[in-house]
Each structure stands twice: as C-alpha cells, then as structure tokens.
Nanobody, 123 residues
Framework: VRLVESGGGSVQAGLSLKLSCAAS?????????LGWFRQAPGKEREFVAV???????YYADFVKGRFTISRDNAKRMFYLQMNNLEPEDTAVYYC?????????????????WGQGTVVTVSP
C-alpha cells in the first residue's frame, strides 16, 4: 500500500489547511483504520487523529476541536482539515494506515506510512 500526502504549506496563525492522503492500488481501503501523526523538530512523532472502519474518530487532546479527520472510501482518500492553526502545530505531518479497521493511537500499530508533508504556522 502506497500512501501519498499533499496539502502542506506555510500559513499564518488562525488560518486553515487541509491535508490529503491518497492510497494507491488499495483493494482493502474500506476496512482499514487511517491515522494522522506529526513530528515537530526535535520531538517524538505524536498521534493527531484516527478514523476507523465505521468512521468513528478519535483525536489528540491538543486538537481541541480544531481538526477534523474524514475519509472518502470511493476515492481511496482521507483528509485532515486543520482550522485555527497555531505555531505549535508546525511539524511534518504523516498519514498512516493499519491492516485492521480497529483504531489505535500508537504509531507502532500502523503498517503503512506516507512520506510526510510539512506544515509551518507563523505567529
């Protein structure tokens, strides 16, 4: 399974970005849990959001209702809408997928990863 992110960029605080992740040649996409993680400079990779096979979603506490994860099974795409961005959201964002539909917040539980897309938020 190949995952390709897009949609990163540089924005000012308070603005929005929407990240996309495309899964290529993926016959089992509908049954996978799909997640977003991020890694800021000098920090560990951390969980951001996940959506399971029945579209239940879970978020990191720091999201505070600002981010929304969604999926489009017909297009084999999933998304992270990020609103009211803060400088602390600056990081490389990675999309990830599990073989299972069960959602996890731990990076080690994910089987497939994208290459990452950079998000920079200026004050």
């Amino acid at each position: 399974v190949r995952l390709v992110e897009s949609g990163g960029g540089s924005v000012q605080a308070g603005l929005s970005l929407k990240l996309s992740c495309a899964a290529s040649d993926e016959a089992n996409f509908n049954s996978r849990a799909l997640g977003w993680f991020r890694q800021a400079p000098g920090k560990e990779r951390e969980f951001v959001a996940v959506i399971n096979g029945v579209r239940t979603t879970y978020y990191a506490d720091f999201v505070k209702g600002r981010f929304t994860i969604s999926r489009d099974n017909a297009k084999r795409m999933f998304y992270l809408q990020m609103n009211n961005l803060e400088p602390e959201d600056t990081a490389v964002y990675y999309c990830a997928a599990r073989r299972s539909a069960v959602a996890y917040k731990i990076a080690e539980e994910y089987d497939y990863w994208g290459q990452g897309t950079v998000v920079t938020v200026s004050p």
